[in-house]
Structures are given as C-alpha cells and as structure tokens.
C-alpha cells in the first residue's frame, strides 16, 4: 500500500511537470508571437492553446507541435464556421444580398480549410514559403468574408465574431511558422 502510494505521487509530480511544461512553452511562444505581431493576442493565444492542449495527447513539447496544433485548432474552427454558415442559410430573414455574402462566405471558408491542408503539408516537408502563403490565403479569407457585407449600406455581417476568431488562429498560425523558421 505504501508503494503505491509513492508510485501515485510520483506520477502525480511529472504529470504536473509535463502539463506546467506545456502551458511554460504556450505561454513563452505566445508571448514572442504576440510580440511579433500586433494582430495577435497574447491572451487569446494563451487561452486557445492551452484549451486545446487539454485534449491533446501528448500534450505540445516543441513550437513544432504548437505550429500543427495551432493549424488543427484553425482548421477545426474553420469547419464549424462552415456548419453555422449552412444554418445561417436556412434563416428566412436574410435578405438575397445576405445570403449570396453567407453563399460566398461559405466558398471562402471551404478553400480555407484547403488551403490550411496544404500549409500543414508544406509545413511537414519544410516548405516555409509555402506554409506561409497557403495559412496567408486563408487569414485573407476570413477578411474578405467580413468585408463583403460592408459593400451593402445598412447591411451586417452575421459572422463577425467567427471571422475575428478564425482571424486570430490563422495569425497565430503565421506567428509560429515564423518563429519555427527562425529558430529551427
């Protein structure tokens, strides 16, 4: 029994030292990404990684894993904008200048998640460039998607908030692959 009771608080202590690493590397590379670039959050990085390093096994150890859980975590966010977008389509109450901008947003947001396919591609075969320009098309996506509603006086996009978030994760992306490339 005592064994045992050794053997659990052991465990216990590197559990807590590896989780403490991984928040320790979410929270310096946050930092230096936020540091970086003026369009990311520090906290909003923080809070994201470490949500998602939660239900990562094994959780992130290199910026190497934050740069592909950074682009998952986008890429997941992105297929859920997809959904809500289809749902948005069956509201009687948007009007057809709304629902050809949701239609468009919809394709936008589809050629996103290609394009993020192809950075995490590019990434694992060390293509930087590439990385950088396929996570670029789909930040810009989300811009333009945001931006078409504009055109229409009086008219509101109904994925603001979606378009800011998955803004955000795309940055945080484009951070990463930068800082990898910096320091690898």
């Given at each position: 029994?005592?064994?045992?009771?050794?053997?659990?608080?052991?465990?216990?202590?590197?559990?807590?030292?590896?989780?403490?690493?991984?928040?320790?590397?979410?929270?310096?590379?946050?930092?230096?990404?936020?540091?970086?670039?003026?369009?990311?959050?520090?906290?909003?990085?923080?809070a994201s990684l470490e949500?998602?390093?939660?239900?990562?096994?094994?959780?992130?150890?290199?910026?190497?894993?934050?740069?592909?859980?950074?682009?998952?975590?986008?890429?997941?966010?992105?297929?859920?904008?997809?959904?809500l977008i289809s749902e948005?389509?069956?509201?009687?109450?948007?009007?057809?200048?709304?629902?050809?901008?949701?239609?468009?947003?919809?394709?936008?947001?589809?050629?996103?998640?290609?394009?993020?396919?192809?950075?995490?591609?590019?990434?694992?075969?060390?293509?930087?460039?590439?990385?950088?320009?396929?996570?670029?098309?789909?930040?810009?996506?989300?811009?333009?998607?945001?931006?078409?509603?504009?055109?229409?006086?009086?008219?509101?996009?109904?994925?603001?908030?979606?378009n800011h978030i998955f803004?955000?994760?795309?940055?945080?992306?484009?951070?990463?692959?930068?800082?990898?490339?910096?320091?690898?």
């Open positions: 029994m005592k064994f045992s009771i050794h053997l659990l608080v052991i465990f216990s202590i590197f559990l807590f030292q590896r989780t403490e690493g991984s928040n320790n590397l979410i929270s310096e590379s946050c930092r230096e990404a936020s540091k970086n670039d003026p369009n990311l959050s520090h906290d909003f990085c923080v949500e998602a390093s939660t239900k990562s096994k094994p959780p992130p150890s290199s910026l190497k894993d934050l740069v592909g859980m950074s682009i998952q975590l986008t890429k997941s966010n992105g297929t859920i904008i997809v959904s948005l389509l069956k509201n009687k109450s948007f009007d057809h200048y709304a629902k050809a901008c949701l239609l468009d947003c919809s394709k936008l947001y589809s050629d996103s998640l290609s394009d993020l396919e192809d950075a995490v591609a590019a990434f694992e075969s060390k293509d930087f460039d590439t990385a950088n320009i396929k996570a670029s098309a789909a930040l810009d996506n989300s811009v333009t998607c945001e931006d078409q509603f504009k055109d229409k006086k009086g008219e509101s996009s109904p994925l603001t908030k979606e803004f955000q994760l795309n940055v945080m992306s484009l951070a990463f692959i930068q800082m990898f490339r910096q320091y690898r």
